[in-house]
């Protein structure tokens, strides 16, 4: 039987991250399946979407998943014994027009996790928010804001760079709503 069936979304996230590491390769968690990590589970996701940080050559990365037992299938990785798939969004690591400075890591027995903080997560959904007036994601921003120490500061700054003031001060009065 494959370890890989009784993998949690984030024991799974950290195998591959792992096994890509050992290869030279480094990729970064984003998108839905960090809300799910922030939002401890308000929000579910099973596209596991990890930044090819520095752009290495997508054929590494098959060769690895191939590997480790995983079939490509359009723009997604699956493996028969998960419900999640893995996608590779090619780099720079970024959320809106802003590079990422600071990651989170968690690890796990099968290695370590690399993520996006809790604030570059809520900039992240953010971004769909502002720019493509996505009401899922800025209830997914307000799930992670209300759970986890965030940097306000730094989010005000950031919303002012993307020309979003508006719609940032909405969010932060959605948020004191709740």
């Known amino acids: 039987m494959s ?3 009784n993998m949690s979304m984030v ?5 591959v991250c792992e096994n890509l590491h050992k290869n030279g390769i480094e990729v970064v968690l984003s998108g839905g399946s960090c809300v799910e990590i922030y ?16 752009n290495e050559r997508f054929f590494k990365i098959q060769t690895i ?31 809106g027009d802003s590079s990422v400075e600071k990651l989170e890591e968690i690890r796990t027995r099968y290695g370590v996790l690399k993520l996006l903080t809790s604030t570059d997560c809520i900039k992240d959904r953010l971004a769909a928010y502002f720019h493509w007036d996505d009401n899922q994601s800025l209830q997914q921003a307000l799930w992670v804001a209300q759970q986890n120490k ?28 709740n």
């Open 39 to 54: 939002s401890k589970g308000d929000y579910t996701s099973y596209d596991l979407d990890l930044v090819n940080r520095y």
């Open 150 to 177: 965030v940097d306000f500061d730094e989010l005000k700054q950031w919303s002012l760079k993307e020309n979003t003031h508006d719609k940032f001060e909405f969010f932060l009065q959605s948020l004191s709503k």
């Open 11 to 15: 024991e799974l996230a950290s195998y």
């Open 65 to 95: 998943m191939e590997s480790l037992g995983f079939k490509e299938k359009g723009k997604y990785f699956i493996h028969e014994d998960t419900e999640y798939f893995i996608e590779f969004p090619s780099g720079p690591l970024g959320v």
């Open 3 to 5: 370890q890989i069936k």
